[in-house]
């Protein structure tokens, strides 16, 4: 008899586990987001300028006077952080494998973690060895949210049961949240616009996104408009057709952290784009990120499949044995 795989010898993963490592992967994810924004406001972008060694013949910081050393440690630092990425991300698509039953949906979530970090270590390569082109830059964060935003399908997923989908809102109200969705992506490539007409660089040396300041921030408030616009006839939609609790508390925390995120905008505008407040910002895209990501995948839901019992089948009566005489 032929010896099982490896992974079906793997002890069975509880639900809890899996969610719980579901939501390390969106806190590290958004997290390493985070940080990268350290590196950007603090101009140690090229702290380490080449990769994936620091400089050329060390893996690590090394004595360079052309570059000061607190850069090259922030750079380091962020590029260590990837590594923590990696182990969560494994330890979901390995969490994923030993869940009995098997689901794919959930195997394949969770497939896209590790294949995420692996390219976002090779954008982010090319990031530094470009001289952190802005176009480079906006890319490599608008990935980290999309990690971010599939993470989210992940913890959902891991309290699925193994059942068809059903749709908790009818077609056209879930058409609507998708097309609020499409609006929130283009509000965040707006928003990498504005970072990259900003003084934050990365480095001194690189250059910046030509239109300004004022005309790019113009841009990211009028789709923040627009965004909330749909997002107050999707309230009234979702009142209309009766949606479920559970969809109605997602929409209103949804609907809280679009608020607070264009609040500390308008003031990080007011106030020159400080650099600690582009970091919030940043964690702020990583939350709302979170909340719409969470609407969307209440739009659905997926029980556990009904098991069928079979109706036993009643034995025939027997003769009594004074019959047979």
């Given amino acids: 008899m032929a010896r099982p795989a490896l992974l079906h010898r793997l002890p069975s993963t509880p639900p809890a586990l899996m969610r719980r490592l579901a939501v390390a992967a969106v806190v590290a994810q958004g997290g390493i ?20 060694e620091c400089f050329p013949g060390s893996l690590v910081p090394a004595p360079h006077p052309e570059v000061a050393g607190l850069h ?17 991300a494994g330890a979901c698509l390995i969490a994923a494998f030993a869940t009995r039953p098997r689901r794919a949906r959930l195997t394949r979530l969770a497939l896209v973690q590790p294949l995420g970090v692996v390219a976002q270590a090779v954008i982010g390569g090319f990031t530094v060895l470009t001289g952190l082109v802005w176009w480079s ?24 049961g193994d059942g068809p989908p059903r749709r908790t809102v009818p077609g056209a109200v879930r058409g609507l949240v998708a097309t609020s969705a499409v609006v929130f992506a283009a509000l965040l490539a707006a928003g990498t616009l504005v970072t990259a007409a900003g003084p934050h660089a990365g ?19 009028d789709l923040l408009f627009a965004y909330l616009g749909m997002l107050v006839a999707l309230g009234f939609t979702l009142a209309a057709v009766h949606a479920p609790s559970r969809l109605r508390r997602r929409y209103v925390a949804l609907i809280v952290a679009v608020v607070a995120q264009g609040a500390l905008g308008g003031i990080q505008y007011a106030l020159g784009v400080p650099e600690a407040l582009v970091s919030l910002h940043v964690l702020g895209a990583a939350l709302v990120t979170v909340a719409a990501a969470a609407l969307w995948s209440a739009t659905t839901e997926r029980p556990q499949a009904a098991v069928s019992v079979a109706t036993p089948v009643a034995a025939e009566p027997q003769p009594a044995l004074a019959d047979l005489n």
């Fill in 33 to 52: 987001a985070v940080t990268g924004s350290v590196v950007r406001v603090t101009g140690s972008g090229l702290g380490c300028p080449t990769w994936p």
């Fill in 72 to 88: 090259q440690w922030i750079e380091f630092s962020n590029r260590l952080l990837t590594i923590a990425v990696v182990l969560v």
């Fill in 137 to 160: 830059v906006s890319v490599h964060f608008l990935v980290s949210m999309v990690l971010v935003w599939l993470g989210m399908q992940l913890v959902d997923a891991s309290s699925d």
């Fill in 203 to 221: 480095d001194a040396a690189t250059p910046r996104l030509g239109i300004g300041v004022p005309a790019a921030a113009q841009l990211h408030a």
